[in-house]
């Protein structure tokens, strides 16, 4: 596939490497470079768009921090598989994956309907020995790891099943219930694999992975969900609205 057309406005203050960058993954977006393929060399990049190599080098060096291209000895620079982005709202990956048009699938790796966990717990407000529904999942989008998730749940969702969990998404079931998440206070930060998660993720250890952990209140105000998932940085991004006060 021929490249598209990457204009840089050479009079504006934002710098080249910046504008090629986002030029870039509007076309990545845009599906006008598609996963797999290759770019041009530095140095044809640089005598197409007449523009010196750091400067080439610095945006593309950008987006392969952001996951969005990889570079191999040999191979060359390719787009990398299509990265899940999500908007900071209370939704489910399952129902996300869908919406855009992936695979999601699911394997249970635990569930527990007897769990006792004093952190979980004191996160959903309940006495340090209460009974929690614990599940632990594997998420993957077309065939591909994308997160470990973790829950736990107070004992009303004692009616899970692995089946269940398997084949469909916990936010709707929870809604059967009437415990359907309404507000959730959530925090992100970023952690180390470890073994046993580069294993799960099919990653290397010691890969930088998105942590996320979310305490979940119904439409009453009851808490219904604590969570601590882990996600790869290289498939995984979420996109954030801010404003000026």
Partial sequence: ???????????????????????????????????GERLPTEIELAETLDISRPTIRRAIEELVSKGLLTRKRGVGTRVTDVQVRRRVALTSLYDDLAAAGRQPQTTVLRFDRDCVDRHAARMLG???TERLVHCERLRLADGVPLAVLRNWLPPRFADLTVEALNNRSLYRMMAEWNGRPAVAKQRITAKAATPAQARLLDIGQHTPLISMQRTSFDSTGATVEYSDNLYRADHYAIEVTVFNR
């Fill in 1 to 35: 596939m021929p490249m598209p057309p990457l204009e840089i406005d050479r009079t504006s203050p934002v710098p080249i490497y910046f504008q090629l960058g986002r030029r870039l993954e509007e076309a990545i977006d845009r599906g006008e470079l598609v996963p």
């Fill in 126 to 128: 309940l006495p340090a």
